[in-house]
Protein backbone atom coordinates (compact mmCIF):
# COMPACT_ATOMS: atom_id res chain seq x y z
CA UNK A 1 0.00 0.00 0.00
CA UNK A 2 1.24 3.64 -0.97
CA UNK A 3 -0.30 6.64 0.82
CA UNK A 4 0.54 9.55 -1.05
CA UNK A 5 0.13 13.28 -0.08
CA UNK A 6 0.36 16.01 -2.24
CA UNK A 7 1.19 19.71 -2.00
CA UNK A 8 2.01 23.10 -4.20
CA UNK A 9 -1.45 23.77 -5.65
CA UNK A 10 -2.48 27.88 -6.01
CA UNK A 11 -3.80 30.18 -7.44
CA UNK A 12 -1.78 31.82 -10.10
CA UNK A 13 -2.03 34.02 -12.93
CA UNK A 14 -1.50 33.03 -16.42
CA UNK A 15 1.64 33.10 -17.86
CA UNK A 16 2.95 31.95 -14.22
CA UNK A 17 4.64 28.83 -13.36
CA UNK A 18 3.96 25.95 -10.14
CA UNK A 19 5.64 23.27 -8.58
CA UNK A 20 3.73 20.55 -7.22
CA UNK A 21 4.88 17.67 -5.31
CA UNK A 22 3.90 13.96 -3.88
CA UNK A 23 5.31 12.31 -1.49
CA UNK A 24 5.15 9.08 -0.99
CA UNK A 25 4.84 7.29 2.52
CA UNK A 26 7.08 4.19 1.12
CA UNK A 27 10.05 4.54 -1.51
CA UNK A 28 8.98 4.49 -4.82
CA UNK A 29 11.57 2.95 -6.48
CA UNK A 30 10.61 0.02 -7.69
CA UNK A 31 7.02 1.24 -8.26
CA UNK A 32 6.31 1.19 -11.75
CA UNK A 33 5.29 4.30 -12.61
CA UNK A 34 4.06 7.43 -10.59
CA UNK A 35 1.93 10.10 -12.27
CA UNK A 36 -0.30 13.36 -12.39
CA UNK A 37 -3.96 13.58 -13.09
CA UNK A 38 -6.12 16.67 -13.43
CA UNK A 39 -9.91 16.70 -13.25
CA UNK A 40 -11.26 19.94 -14.10
CA UNK A 41 -14.80 21.01 -12.80
CA UNK A 42 -17.29 19.08 -15.59
CA UNK A 43 -14.80 17.02 -16.63
CA UNK A 44 -13.34 13.28 -16.70
CA UNK A 45 -9.66 13.07 -15.29
CA UNK A 46 -7.16 13.16 -17.37
CA UNK A 47 -3.56 11.98 -17.09
CA UNK A 48 -1.36 14.75 -17.64
CA UNK A 49 2.17 13.28 -17.07
CA UNK A 50 4.18 9.99 -16.45
CA UNK A 51 7.44 8.44 -15.34
CA UNK A 52 8.17 5.30 -14.98
CA UNK A 53 10.77 3.38 -12.68
CA UNK A 54 12.92 3.53 -15.39
CA UNK A 55 12.69 7.14 -15.92
CA UNK A 56 10.68 7.44 -19.44
CA UNK A 57 8.05 10.18 -19.32
CA UNK A 58 5.00 10.51 -21.25
CA UNK A 59 2.89 13.93 -21.17
CA UNK A 60 -0.31 14.85 -22.54
CA UNK A 61 -0.46 17.03 -25.40
CA UNK A 62 -1.76 20.08 -24.07
CA UNK A 63 1.19 20.37 -21.85
CA UNK A 64 3.99 18.74 -23.65
CA UNK A 65 6.54 21.25 -23.80
CA UNK A 66 5.43 23.38 -20.70
CA UNK A 67 5.33 20.68 -17.62
CA UNK A 68 8.29 18.52 -16.74
CA UNK A 69 7.29 15.20 -14.27
CA UNK A 70 10.48 14.04 -12.32
CA UNK A 71 11.09 11.85 -9.53
CA UNK A 72 13.49 11.73 -6.16
CA UNK A 73 13.71 8.29 -5.71
CA UNK A 74 15.78 9.16 -2.44
CA UNK A 75 12.82 11.67 -0.84
CA UNK A 76 10.47 9.38 -2.23
CA UNK A 77 8.61 12.38 -3.83
CA UNK A 78 7.64 12.80 -7.39
CA UNK A 79 7.39 16.53 -8.40
CA UNK A 80 5.32 18.42 -11.45
CA UNK A 81 6.84 21.50 -12.30
CA UNK A 82 4.56 23.53 -14.62
CA UNK A 83 5.19 26.54 -16.71
CA UNK A 84 3.40 28.91 -18.78
CA UNK A 85 0.29 28.29 -17.50
CA UNK A 86 -3.00 28.86 -18.73
CA UNK A 87 -6.21 29.02 -17.51
CA UNK A 88 -7.38 26.16 -19.07
CA UNK A 89 -5.00 24.16 -16.87
CA UNK A 90 -7.12 24.98 -13.88
CA UNK A 91 -8.03 21.58 -12.02
CA UNK A 92 -7.64 19.60 -9.21
CA UNK A 93 -4.01 17.54 -9.43
CA UNK A 94 -3.81 14.04 -8.14
CA UNK A 95 -0.95 12.30 -7.78
CA UNK A 96 -1.07 8.92 -8.79
CA UNK A 97 1.49 5.07 -7.92
CA UNK A 98 0.43 2.93 -10.57
CA UNK A 99 1.68 -1.24 -9.37
CA UNK A 100 1.23 -4.00 -11.16
CA UNK A 101 -2.06 -4.88 -9.49
CA UNK A 102 -3.20 -1.69 -8.27
CA UNK A 103 -3.07 2.17 -8.21
CA UNK A 104 -3.31 4.61 -5.23
CA UNK A 105 -4.42 8.01 -5.27
CA UNK A 106 -3.64 11.44 -3.00
CA UNK A 107 -6.05 13.57 -1.96
CA UNK A 108 -5.55 16.43 -4.99
CA UNK A 109 -4.46 20.00 -4.69
CA UNK A 110 -6.13 22.66 -6.35
CA UNK A 111 -4.49 24.85 -9.17
CA UNK A 112 -6.56 27.49 -10.41
CA UNK A 113 -4.89 29.61 -12.97
CA UNK A 114 -6.70 32.95 -13.41
CA UNK A 115 -6.66 35.14 -16.68
Known amino acids: QVQLVEAGGALVQAGGSLRLSCAASRSIRSINAMAWYRQAPGKQRELVAR???????NYADSVKGRFTISRDNAKNTVYLQMSSLKPEDTAVYYCAAVLITNAYWGQGTQVTVSS
Open 51 to 57: ITSGGTT
